[in-house]
């Protein structure tokens, strides 16, 4: 009779978040950050069909980065969530902060479980307020962490090299070209972009909207 292998949990631990971060890291950036009238989202991505910027409800947009069958999952699952308790509830009771959790709780049960593949995706959930005070970023790892990030957040690829470059000029009264060339210039790209807003001065209901082509060249050309 074999006996079965023996795995300290921690080396189990380490061995699954090793795995997703390799995955993680394989993924082209994303780099959320606010502006005097927003939140941008501004990501490597030279696909014009798989999206890696989305809504998720009113207010309230995602980012994501890693295995795109993972995370576009997460995402239809977020739509779910936030359609079903603005159903249920109020539109007003659907929040950032309530999406975020409902992403860590699965997160994190299926990384603590041992017998599921750990999700190779980090996220980025934004909700834009009626002020710049009420912004929120939060920013949920594979492993269900949540990070209440105050004015940026990065995910993907060199993680901290971009943090550090974003941190250097980063100015949360800057307009939207300014956010815009920043986040190029850190991501060292200017064709392959695909970038969306939380635009708390629209008259809508609905403040996501997608930055088409025409309008990004021309946020870029004041470089």
């Given amino acids: 009779m074999s006996m079965p292998f023996y795995v300290a949990p921690e080396q189990l631990m380490k061995d699954r978040a090793d795995y997703a971060r390799k995955g993680i890291a394989r993924g082209r950036s994303v780099l959320v950050l606010r502006y005097r009238d927003g939140i941008a989202f501004v990501a490597e991505n030279p696909s014009r069909t798989l999206h890696k910027v989305s809504e998720i409800y009113d207010r309230i947009g995602f980012a994501a980065v890693g295995r795109y069958n993972e995370f576009e999952n997460l995402r239809m699952a977020g739509i779910r969530y936030a359609d079903l308790r603005g159903y249920s509830y ?122 088409e082509r025409d309008e990004l060249q021309s946020l870029l050309g004041g470089d």
Avoid: M, W
């Fill in 90 to 211: 109020d539109r007003r009771d659907v929040t950032a902060r309530g999406l975020a959790n409902a992403y860590a709780q699965q997160l994190g049960t299926v990384f603590s479980s041992g017998s599921e593949k750990p999700f190779e995706v980090e996220l980025v959930v934004a909700e834009v307020g009626q002020d710049a005070a009420r912004d929120q970023i939060f920013r949920i790892g594979f492993d269900g962490t949540i990070v209440d990030e105050t004015g940026f957040a990065v995910v993907g690829g060199a993680t901290e090299v971009l943090s550090e470059k974003l941190g250097g000029g980063f100015d949360a009264d800057a307009d939207l070209a300014s956010a815009v060339r920043l986040a190029a210039s850190c991501l060292g790209e200017r064709t392959h972009l695909e970038v969306g807003v939380l635009d708390r001065t629209r008259t809508q209901t609905r403040k996501f909207r997608a930055v």
